[in-house]
């Protein structure tokens, strides 16, 4: 759950399936592989659930994923950067 005093406007967050369009890297089972491990992985601040649905930031997990590499070398392998 998002916890950041910081919150994004409406129009930055996007589903599964939006941020794996723009963002190719990141196909929809990844994405939905690394909401479900986000504890693990420290991109909690990035995920807003809202009921069923779940919406992502890109820009917060973008940093979140950056922090998370420079301490976790799993999650560079979880990428494959």
């Known amino acids: ?20 369009k723009e963002a ?5 089972s990844k ?19 809202t009921g069923r649905n779940v919406l992502l930031w890109p820009a917060k997990l973008a940093e979140c994923l950056a922090q998370a590499s420079a301490h976790r070398r799993d999650l560079l392998q979880l990428c494959r950067w």
Do not use: Y
């Open 24 to 28: 190719p890297a990141f196909t929809e």
């Open 1 to 20: 759950m998002n916890t950041d005093k910081k919150l994004p406007d409406l129009s930055e967050l996007r589903t599964i399936a939006q941020l794996a």
């Open 31 to 49: 994405l939905r592989w690394m909401v479900f491990n986000a504890e693990k992985f420290g991109i909690e601040p990035a995920i807003f659930r």
